[in-house]
T-cell receptor
Framework: DAGVIQSPRHEVTEMGQEVTLRCKPI?????LFWYRQTMMRGLELLIY????????DSGMPEDRFSAKMPNASFSTLKIQPSEPRDSAVYFC???????????FGSGTRLTVV | AQKITQTQPGMFVQEKEAVTLDCTYD???????LFWYKQPSSGEMIFLIY??????QNATEGRYSLNFQKARKSANLVISASQLGDSAMYFC?????????????FGPGTRLSVLP
């Protein structure tokens, strides 16, 4: 298995632009998670899905952030409009229902200038 | 209150020696899991070891072992025979409400530097 695949690996965008981060979970994993990592706040859970349905989005910072999972093999995290304070590494992770650990993707390093 | 505490922001260890990274946690759940992840400078998050709250034996995975003291709510990671490639950030994490709970909380991390 190729693991959790995220794209792009790096993204540099200007303030006000729309940014879309993509994730392909491991096949068969029922849970998908989006995390954000910054020096100041560490790893924060933004949202997670179970069987493509958003379960808890309480970690999403504000309305500028949205996430979708149209099918079991694809999820997006969108920021519109982006701001410099959104600069961070965004991780996607997936987990099978009966397992206890997450498998993380390689992350997307987002820089908003 | 912090659910996961890692009191050592940075640690140094000599190559080939053992090192213990501290982790204490706070939960009122009876069923939970404790995890350690490694994040090298390349940025990926690598799963190292898992300990369930009902596991009576300490978990081991190769050079990694988890010193689980339930009454003290501590789950320290022990790395034996440190290697230069062990230099990285190490995160302790907890998943509450197993088996279905998805509340997964990470600690602030400890940066380990292995000296030649």
């Amino acid at each position: 298995d190729a693991g959790v695949i995220q794209s792009p690996r790096h993204e540099v965008t200007e303030m006000g632009q729309e940014v879309t981060l993509r994730c392909k979970p491991i096949s068969g994993h029922d849970y998908l998670f989006w995390y954000r990592q910054t020096m100041m706040r560490g790893l924060e859970l933004l949202i997670y899905f179970n069987n493509n349905v958003p379960i808890d989005d309480s970690g999403m910072p504000e309305d500028r952030f949205s996430a979708k999972m149209p099918n079991a093999s694809f999820s997006t995290l969108k920021i519109q409009p982006s701001e410099p304070r959104d600069s961070a590494v965004y991780f996607c992770a997936s987990s099978p229902t009966e397992n206890y650990g997450y498998t993380f993707g390689s992350g997307t390093r987002l820089t908003v200038v | 209150a912090q659910k996961i505490t890692q009191t050592q922001p940075g640690m140094f260890v000599q190559e080939k020696e053992a090192v213990t990274l501290d982790c204490t946690y706070d939960t009122s759940d009876q069923s939970y899991g404790l995890f350690w992840y490694k994040q090298p400078s390349s940025g990926e998050m690598i799963f190292l070891i898992y300990q369930g709250s009902y596991d009576e034996q300490n978990a081991t995975e190769g050079r990694y072992s988890l010193n689980f003291q339930k009454a003290r709510k501590s789950a320290n990671l022990v790395i034996s025979a440190s290697q230069l490639g062990d230099s990285a950030m190490y995160f302790c994490a907890m998943r509450e409400g197993l088996p279905t709970g998805q509340n997964f909380v990470f600690g602030p991390g400890t940066r380990l530097s292995v000296l030649p």
